[in-house]
């Protein structure tokens, strides 16, 4: 089992059929922590509680709403970024998370997955995830031709 950074397939085909929303204001996109266990990858469609880290503290099944910072173009560069997203009073170990899109035609569609790397751990304490700068060269989605 393992998890592997990646764009998911699905979310790609689904971009061009204009089912994701990523305007401030337009879909809802949340973000799911995962155990080691877990087998996430590219081929990942939907979100799924297999192997999802346990409910502690703030977190709950489903993990958390993302804050969107909505969309720009900056020298053919096309991207969105998110706001980093906290967990607090949770004791948890997690190797990676799931993005995905409750309001996609598909349910929960997976979007994104984000692999930590290594096992991160919080002990009765917060556990964040901090998304990269919101550019062009940086912001956690980017399209560029």
Known sequence: MAITQAICNTFKEELLQGDHNF?????????????????????????????????????????????????????????????DLSFTGVTLTARGALIYNTSATVANAAVAVLDFSSDKTATDGTFTIVFPADTSAAAILRISG
């Open 23 to 83: 305007d401030s204001g337009g879909d809802v996109f949340k973000l799911a922590l995962y155990t080691s266990a877990a087998t996430l990858d590219s081929s990942t469609t939907v979100y799924t509680s297999t192997n999802e880290v346990g409910a502690s503290g703030q977190y709950s099944a489903g993990g958390g709403a993302l804050v969107n910072s909505g969309t720009s173009v900056v020298g053919g560069v096309a991207f969105c970024d998110f706001a």
